[in-house]
């Protein structure tokens, strides 16, 4: 094994994976906007899921190893802290991260789709309206007037939710792998709430697009990894 893929393979490992069950989702809230309704039965397979947001010091690897441009925002005080999740990358480049993941891992690394999303957000609680259940957050964060004020946060500062995963309806909009409308194919679905959002905190539910090429100060993504199932069926 070259030194190159020895350095990839070791990226990999640093990765934070949580284990994520299988079962069936309810996808969606009849509360929500109309592009949450109906709710709808989703089986989902057991998968993992990045602890966190993908961050600036694990993107630079990439870009170190690829010569993949940096991204938009990398020099940019407010958004360039090393733990602070990577911001302004497209879907393309966050598909890129996954697939040279897997290529040198020999690991199927890869963007969640929508539904794996949010079954994950919701920690093993059905139908909870935020990671935690139904608290509302400002109540789950006292200090709220004080976060994401000119950026997101360093990933991981704050409670994890029942499956062990920080952050997932905060700090950046999230890639998922899905079009937002499949008929149309002009934009990529994303989840989860920004800092630059009047209310940085989304629900589980909540659903956000833009097309796939655009580069958002809020946007960033976290991989996603296929479990390649044992002899005997077991994952």
Request: proline share 9%; aromatic share 12%; hydrophobic share 35%.
């Amino acid at each position: 094994m070259g030194t190159a893929v020895r350095a990839v393979v070791a990226h990999a490992e640093r990765i934070e994976l949580c284990e994520i069950p299988g079962g069936t989702l309810l996808l969606g809230s009849e509360s929500g906007r109309d592009d949450e309704k109906p709710v709808r039965e989703i089986p989902i397979a057991a998968f993992r899921l990045g602890r966190t947001q993908v961050t600036n010091t694990q993107y630079d690897a990439f870009v170190a190893a690829t010569g993949h441009e940096p991204a938009p925002f990398r020099a940019q005080p407010e958004l360039a802290a090393p733990a602070q999740p990577v911001v302004g990358v497209s879907w393309f480049d966050a598909f890129l991260y996954c697939d040279w993941l897997s290529e040198l891992s020999g690991r199927d690394f890869r963007l969640p789709s929508e539904a794996e999303w949010e079954w994950a957000a919701r920690g093993g609680l059905a139908a909870a309206r935020y990671p935690w259940g139904e608290l509302a957050p400002s109540d789950r964060y006292p200090d709220l007037a004080s976060l994401w004020r000119t950026g997101p946060e360093p990933v991981g500062r704050h409670l994890s939710n029942g499956y062990g995963l920080y952050e997932m309806c905060e700090n950046v909009h999230e890639w998922c792998s899905d079009w937002y409308d499949p008929d149309t194919c002009l934009r990529k679905a994303s989840r989860g709430g920004s800092w630059r959002h009047q209310e940085p905190v989304s629900t589980c539910s909540a659903r956000s697009s833009i097309p796939p090429a655009f580069r958002y100060a809020d946007y960033g993504f976290r991989v996603a990894e296929t479990l390649t199932p044992e002899p005997g069926g077991a994952a």
